[in-house]
């Protein structure tokens, strides 16, 4: 019998795989949208956007799609599995215009880490200002 299962990896499972449920469910949303509203959005940027919006508001916890998360951010290696057999399935294309995909990826992926870093950088600074903001209301109890 195999004694290297943690011990509650059972619940562990369940509980990833009932997050990955819900966020598929918001990426379900977004697809009903986009296709509702014939918006020229991904459904996947939608459902983000409603997953923000949700946790923003209150209406979900970040505890509860954790896991599910971080299951998907640990396996992404896999989604790009796809692009590689698209290399490799058009080589003509790659060979003439590799250089300008190879710059194109290149100036994208700066841009998004200098739109990520600058994110990050404002959010870092609105929690800042908030949490003076409530230091600077809170009320001052007096001892007699």
């Given at each position: 019998?195999n004694?290297?299962?943690?011990?509650n990896?059972?619940?562990?499972?369940?509980?990833?795989?009932?997050?990955l449920?819900?966020?598929?469910l918001?990426?379900?949303?977004?697809?009903?949208?986009?296709?509702?509203l014939?918006?020229?959005i991904?459904?996947?940027?939608?459902?983000?956007?409603?997953?923000?919006?949700?946790?923003?508001?209150?209406?979900?916890?970040?505890?509860?799609?954790?896991?599910?998360?971080?299951?998907?951010?640990?396996?992404?290696?896999?989604?790009?599995?796809?692009?590689?057999?698209?290399?490799?399935?058009?080589?003509?294309?790659?060979?003439?215009?590799?250089?300008?995909?190879?710059?194109?990826?290149?100036?994208?992926?700066?841009?998004?880490?200098?739109?990520?870093?600058?994110?990050?950088?404002?959010?870092?600074?609105?929690?800042?200002?908030?949490?003076?903001?409530?230091?600077?209301?809170?009320?001052?109890?007096?001892?007699?």
């Amino acid at each position: 019998m195999n004694t290297h299962l943690p011990p509650n990896w059972g619940h562990t499972l369940l509980k990833t795989t009932v997050q990955l449920g819900a966020l598929l469910l918001f990426w379900y949303l977004g697809l009903l949208l986009q296709q509702a509203l014939h918006l020229p959005i991904s459904a996947g940027v939608i459902g983000l956007f409603l997953t923000l919006a949700a946790l923003l508001s209150g209406i979900l916890k970040l505890s509860w799609i954790k896991s599910g998360a971080d299951f998907v951010l640990g396996e992404l290696v896999l989604f790009f599995i796809p692009c590689v057999v698209g290399l490799i399935k058009y080589q003509d294309l790659f060979r003439s215009q590799g250089w300008q995909l190879l710059s194109t990826i290149a100036i994208g992926t700066v841009c998004v880490m200098v739109a990520t870093a600058y994110a990050v950088y404002l959010g870092f600074k609105l929690e800042s200002v908030l949490k003076q903001r409530l230091h600077a209301h809170k009320p001052v109890i007096e001892h007699e």
